[in-house]
């Protein structure tokens, strides 16, 4: 084993679940990942997030944690604060890259300002929707940004709230679909393209773009159930772009991952046009790792063992210690 220290020897707590709209998907991923971590001789638990978690790290301390709880608290880098007030290794990015990323206006401000490109936005809270009147409100937004735009909650994920509006008449649903799961919306210009992820890990050498995942849902958009339904989704695995939209995918991410300031790994998602111009959505500081999850399909088309890879960023967490 690398870095002197043996399976047995390193105790993990994987965190999933949690009180979001993404517990099911959230658990899913934590038994996944345990499996895989068990297989190679390591004592796993997987633990439902709840209010008894501190007790229990008090009680019986894990060597490291791995988060895999999907949506708040265990992106926004609340999960990960308590988890460093504790000095416990967390496998994954720490509370602040956590935080920038989860805020989807926050991260596309760090990503424009960095030259990043990123699709045209505004954002709107949903208490400017009574100070201003709804309607005229969105009339003016269409107006000036133009359609079809995309409305998605400023926090969230899994496609949750997330809607396409390609005529003015679906913008009210569109916000009040959005504001189910947050209370700002980032309205986006609509970027016609192809669906693009690319999973950055860092196993040592810095972070490392994974082969990019393309994603082509049979039956309209990429929203939930395109996501966890086996056979809703066709993922093409490398993605098939020419060598240099490659490479500038590859890059993007791992600049992306940089610019955030995030740890272990993510998963950068792009948009490719039909010139091949890339544009960067969003990063996700915890990748699911279900059946249909993209970030084990890209370290499996790396050539990598999902089980490995797991292991050795448990490794590098009790290492940091």
């Known amino acids: 084993m690398r870095d002197g220290a043996a399976a047995a020897d390193i105790r993990v707590l994987i965190l999933a679940g949690g009180m979001s709209y993404e517990h099911e998907v959230s658990l899913k991923s934590g038994r996944r990942a345990a499996d895989a971590l068990q297989r190679l001789g390591y004592a796993c638990e997987v633990r439902d997030l709840d209010g008894e978690l501190l007790p229990a790290l008090q009680e019986f301390p894990p060597d490291v944690v791995l988060p895999l709880v999907h949506g708040s608290p265990g992106e926004d880098g609340s999960l990960q604060a308590v988890l460093e007030l504790s000095d416990i290794p967390i496998v994954g990015t720490g509370s602040i890259g956590a935080r920038r990323a989860w805020n989807k206006i926050t991260a596309k401000d760090l990503l424009r300002s960095a030259g990043i490109p990123t699709p045209d936005w505004t954002s709107m809270p949903r208490q400017a929707f009574s100070d201003f009147g709804a309607r005229k409100l969105l009339d003016r937004i269409a107006a000036k940004m133009g359609l079809p735009l995309v409305v998605k909650p400023n926090q969230g994920?899994?496609?949750?709230?997330?809607?396409?509006?390609?005529?003015?008449?679906?913008?009210?649903?569109?916000?009040?679909?959005?504001?189910?799961?947050?209370?700002?919306?980032?309205?986006?210009?609509?970027?016609?393209?192809?669906?693009?992820?690319?999973?950055?890990?860092?196993?040592?050498?810095?972070?490392?773009?994974?082969?990019?995942?393309?994603?082509?849902?049979?039956?309209?958009?990429?929203?939930?159930?395109?996501?966890?339904?086996?056979?809703?989704?066709?993922?093409?695995?490398?993605?098939?772009?020419?060598?240099?939209?490659?490479?500038?995918?590859?890059?993007?991410?791992?600049?992306?991952?940089?610019?955030?300031?995030?740890?272990?790994?993510?998963?950068?998602?792009?948009?490719?046009?039909?010139?091949?111009?890339?544009?960067?959505?969003?990063?996700?500081?915890?990748?699911?790792?279900?059946?249909?999850?993209?970030?084990?399909?890209?370290?499996e088309a790396a050539g990598l063992d999902f089980g490995e890879v797991l292991a050795t960023l448990v490794r590098r967490a009790k290492a940091r210690a």
């Open 157 to 299: 994920g899994s496609g949750l709230g997330v809607h396409a509006v390609h005529k003015e008449d679906d913008f009210p649903s569109a916000m009040m679909g959005c504001f189910s799961y947050s209370d700002e919306a980032l309205i986006e210009s609509f970027v016609e393209g192809r669906d693009i992820a690319v999973g950055v890990v860092d196993l040592g050498d810095g972070p490392t773009a994974l082969p990019p995942v393309e994603i082509a849902p049979l039956h309209g958009d990429y929203d939930y159930a395109a996501r966890y339904n086996p056979g809703a989704t066709r993922w093409t695995v490398p993605a098939k772009l020419d060598e240099a939209a490659a490479a500038r995918a590859a890059a993007l991410a791992v600049e992306v991952h940089r610019t955030l300031g995030l740890g272990d790994m993510s998963r950068v998602d792009l948009i490719v046009d039909d010139a091949g111009e890339i544009q960067v959505l969003e990063a996700n500081v915890a990748p699911g790792t279900t059946e249909t999850s993209l970030l084990p399909m890209a370290i």
